[in-house]
Structures are given as C-alpha cells and as structure tokens.
C-alpha cells in the first residue's frame, strides 16, 4: 500500500493512500472516512430496488426535527413504476454481515418517483418527471400497515413533476423543485405550506406565496438536481450543489430560506475534466448532533468530497480545502468492484459520520455499507 505524509506547517495533518486524501478526525466517534473499510454489501430483494437507485434519503417518525431524525433509510429508485423500500438504520448498523439485515418494507410506487421525506409517521414521495395529470404526491405510513400497493393520494396547486422533496424541521412547509422544464425552471426551488392532512386523499400542500417570488426561489445553480435540509443553530438550512456542470461551475451554496440568504461555500468542488460526469447530485451534512460538521458533495460520475463545515454552517473549514476526496477508483478498490465508473446517487451518510450507504446504477441491488475499520486511528491504519 502507497503511503506519503502530508505536511501542513510542520504539523502532520493526513495522509495519502493509493491516491486517497484522508485527513484525520478528532477524538471521539470515528467516521467512517478516516480509516475506510466495506463492512459488507446488502444485496437487496428484486421486490426492493430497481434499475437507477437516486436520493437516497433517512427518515423518522420525528416531530421536533423530521430533518435530523435517521431511524430508517429510504433506497428510492428513479426509474417509472419501481421499487422503494424501507431500512431499519440500528439494524444497517450492527449488521456484521449481509445475512443479518433485511428490508422492513418494499413498495412499487406510481409513477417516476424522485425523493421522498418523512415527517411524523407519514413519509410522502414525489412523482418527478410524470405528466402533468399525475398527481404529485403519494403518502405512506412508516410501517406500511395499509398493505401492498395503497397509498394516500395527495394534491397540491403544484405541477406533477416534483424531483426531491424535503420537510423542514417542523413539518409546517415541504420544499421542493421541478425535474420537467416544461413545469418552470429547473433552478428554482419551491416552497409549500402544509395545510391538510397526510394521512387520507387531498389537499395537503399550498404553495406559500407570501415566500420570495409568489413561493420560489430562484437559486444561482443552473440545475438544482437534489438537496438537503438540516435543522443547525435554531434554523432551517437548504444545501445544494450545481447539477449542470457542462454549463456552469460545479459549485456548493447554502440557502437561509427565512431571510433568503444564499451563500457560496464553495466555487469548484470539482475542477472542468477533473472527473467524468461532475454534476452535484447530493449534499450530506454531518456532525449536527456535535456541533462539528461535515458536508459530502458527491458527483454523478465524480467520487465523494467532504469538507470541514464551519460552526454557523455558512463557509468551510481548512481554507476550503477537502478534508476526504474519494474518486470512483478509489471507492471500486474499497469495494472490489466496477460499480463507481457508473452513476452513482444513491447515498447517505449518518450524522456522527460512522456509516456511510452507497448504491450504483452499476449495482442498483447493493448496499455498499462503509465505516471505520475497528480499532484503527488514522495513522495505524495508514501504516498497514
């Protein structure tokens, strides 16, 4: 194994390992990202998954803060009529092997789903790039006690095409984003308030025009492909990432939605012909619970960024520079496979960093579940 110091004045600060920058972690909970090993990979049921795994999302019967609860794992797929299913996180976790983790629940949802969030015992899934006489929503119950194929229908004054969509913390509003550039710009960023129920057919969501522009927000990134909410500092907080690096930077922003305040963390996460396909599909942040956060910026071809987050979550730690890059090769050498030269957007990582879900349009059936090698600091590891 390729090993080299890096020197940061004078004080050793990371090291490189077959091409992997790993910087080291404070004392405490290790995360996953410091001493890197696949614990095993979840081959998932046909009835659970289907050909394009994407925004992978946790959820939690939470009422306080739906954006920090991470009590199951969501594994959506984009592809018209497929498979979502449901994880017990705790189970995902002390899990030693494949056979010891099974799905609590699959579903076969209606329509091209793109995201789903979960607020109280309700989690509601989007119908991205459908019609525009498909309804927009549809609602579960956590436990799925309505049986195979029933959902809740939910309306809205929204076009049928949502991509993501996120709860804040509180359950009083849904934002979200168009995948159709027929429905509006695929640069803005929608909010509703929640105004019916989620647990029967109706009206649930009423676009908060009081909101910025008649409630939308028209964001500086070109395509707004996904993003995430975290509840940090008593505020709701909006991360994304630019989903149209073709055209346009591949740039990090957070977005204040209270006093509509977006802020550039970052310019280029990825340098134009740095990786294959460099467009941002999904934001993670870490280290809520701490105070010391982390945000993981993964590309669609482009292999997983993560950087020191700031404690007011508005700039970035270490001058902007990433404290972890782990390229598509790096991620296949970890896993033994090819999956991570395809798409890759099924992600999630938890909030003390431990554990880290990846899935691949190379291996739509796998979860590749990662976490610390036991027992290893940094630099131990670095030494075998």
């Not at 959506?76 to 494949?98: H, I, K, M, P, W």
Request: proline letters at 4%.
């Amino acid at each position: 194994m390729r090993m080299a110091k890096l020197f940061h004045k004078g004080t050793v600060v990371g090291w490189t390992v077959a091409g992997l920058l790993v910087w080291a972690h404070p004392a405490g909970a290790q995360a996953w990202w410091t001493a890197p090993q696949l614990k095993y990979v979840e081959i998932m049921e046909d009835i659970a998954h289907g050909s394009s795994p994407h925004y992978w999302t946790f959820g939690g019967p939470s009422t306080t803060d739906s954006t920090g609860d991470q009590t199951y794992l969501y594994t959506q797929d984009s592809g018209t009529n497929a498979n979502f299913c449901q994880y017990v996180v705790a189970e995902l976790r002390a899990a030693e092997n494949a056979d010891q983790v099974t799905h609590r629940w699959a579903a076969q949802h209606i329509g091209l789903p793109k995201g789903c969030s979960q607020f109280g015992r309700r989690v509601v899934i989007g119908n991205g790039g459908q019609a525009q006489e498909v309804q927009p929503f549809y609602a579960y119950p956590d436990d799925y006690t309505l049986g195979s194929r029933f959902e809740m229908i939910l309306t809205a004054d929204v076009p049928a095409d949502c991509d993501p969509l996120h709860f804040n913390h509180d359950g009083t509003l849904l934002y979200t984003n168009h995948y159709l550039t027929s429905s509006g710009s695929r640069t803005d960023l929608h909010r509703y308030r929640v105004t019916g129920s989620l647990d029967e057919d109706g009206q649930a969501f009423t676009r908060d025009t009081a909101w910025q522009d008649q409630g939308t927000f028209h964001t500086s990134v070109g395509r707004l492909r996904n993003f995430a909410i975290r509840y940090i500092n008593g505020k709701d907080l909006i991360f994304y990432g630019e989903g149209d690096t073709v055209n346009f930077p591949a740039s990090l922003y957070v977005f204040d939605p209270e006093t509509g305040t977006e802020t550039q963390l970052l310019n280029e996460v990825f340098e134009p012909g740095e990786v294959t396909d460099s467009d941002i599909v999904n934001v993670k942040i870490s280290g809520v619970g701490t105070g010391e956060m982390y945000v993981h910026v993964m590309g669609s071809i482009g292999g997983l960024k993560i950087y020191k987050l700031a404690a007011d979550a508005r700039s970035l730690e270490n001058d902007g520079k990433p404290v972890a890059v782990f390229t598509p090769e790096d991620l296949n050498e970890l896993t033994q496979s090819g999956a991570f030269s395809s798409h890759c957007r099924g992600f999630e990582v938890t909030d003390d960093g431990q554990y880290a879900f990846f899935s691949t349009h190379n291996a739509p059936n796998s979860i590749f579940v990662f976490h610390a090698q036991p027992g290893a600091s940094v630099k131990d590891w670095m030494k075998q």
